[in-house]
């Protein structure tokens, strides 16, 4: 009779890469030993299987938070044969969902080098600003009174450029998450559980609930100490965008309800958000680089740091760019600085799509599906007595 053999890659499903097979055979593992239990979603979600299809490996992966909890705990982790290590086993999955989902899927090989696409992205974008700079003012340095950047660009050009660009990035997640979401939860649930699944995903979205460790103290980043503050910078990376969002929102109302056209003065609402979530996206970012930096390199798939800095860095420039340009807007920097924050910007919308952007839309599904699933009677337990 053969044995189970923790350390082989199962051959229950042949269709499985390399990266799949590794999550597979760990997940099987863990589904004997189940110590980790009460750290996250991954590991309730695992019990409720017995084999692990790919579409189970890549909810399991995006589910994830890469927290490294079960990583210090786990007592089969290296120098132990079976060589456990979730959260990097994970991530290199992870990886691979956001490449095979993307969409269009050809451009999904933009995650195999993406700190090159960022840098490349934000050259493009900043090349092309400085350049319709130069055309439309014949320099970088001309002051403008009241600091009205619409004599530069037209309020309707940027609209209409941006615009375009936003609308593509959101169309290219939407179809990305969708064929994601319909290989992953292929079955359907009630209409009331699928209210209380999704009030409850979103709490756990907004709170971040899985970068707690399971236990309130948070994640392992360099050691076995826990910190809350990855789970902070994260906040604050979040809720800045969504600030800057509302910004930018507001001001859209203002110019086409209100007929009031920027620039707005600094005690304005739109002004107001805008420097409250600039300065979430330079603290959160800088933060993240921090623990980045610092972070145990069995902690994740050590490839991905170009792609995970390379977001954090562009973040922080399209805030630090903003903000200057608004304390400058008056000087005769306003043209430079509208011309950098403008390409950066532009590069960020190009690669919302193919960057590390993407995990939070990828994840947000994923726990959509464990509240969902969670609610459902456990196949495991529905055939005994
Ligand atoms: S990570 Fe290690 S300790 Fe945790 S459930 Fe898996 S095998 Fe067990
Ligand atoms: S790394 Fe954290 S989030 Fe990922 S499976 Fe382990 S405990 Fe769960």
Known sequence: MQLFDPKAPSDLIPVL????????????????CRYCEGFCAVFPAMTRRLEFSQA?????????????ACLHACQYAAPHEFEINVPKAMAKVRLDTYAEYAWPQVMGTLYRRNGLTLALSAGAGLALFLCLTLMVMGNLFTAIPGGNFYEIFPHNTLAVMFGAVFGFAVLALTLGVRRFWRNVSPADAPAQEKTAAALEATAN??????????????????DDRFTLWRRRFHHFTFYGFMLCFAATGVATLYHFLLDWSAPYP???????LGISGG???????????????RRNPEHGDENQKPMDRGFIAL?????????????????????????????????FFLTMPYSK???????????????????QPNPINAGSD
């Not at 189970?56 to 927290?67: E, F, K, W």
């Not at 970068?211 to 360099?222: I, P, Q, R, V």
């Not at 952007?357 to 609610?375: Q, V, W």
């Open 17 to 32: 890469n390399l990266d799949e097979s590794e999550v597979q055979r760990q997940m099987t593992v863990c589904n004997a």
């Open 56 to 68: 189970d490996i890549h909810y399991l992966a995006n589910l994830c938070h890469n927290c490294g």
């Open 205 to 222: 979205v907004a709170r971040l609930k899985f970068l707690d460790g399971g236990h309130g103290e948070g994640c392992n980043n360099a």
């Open 266 to 272: 600094v005690s304005s609402l739109p002004v107001m």
């Open 279 to 293: 300065l979430g996206l330079l603290v959160g970012p800088a933060g993240l680089l921090w623990l980045n930096l």
């Open 315 to 347: 973040l922080f420039l399209v805030s630090a760019s903003g903000l200057a340009l608004l304390a400058f807007r008056e000087t005769a920097a306003l043209g430079l600085l509208l011309a950098i924050h403008l390409g950066l910007v532009m590069a």
């Open 357 to 375: 952007f993407a995990h939070g839309i990828f994840r947000s599904a994923a726990l959509l599906k464990y509240s969902i699933e969670k609610r």
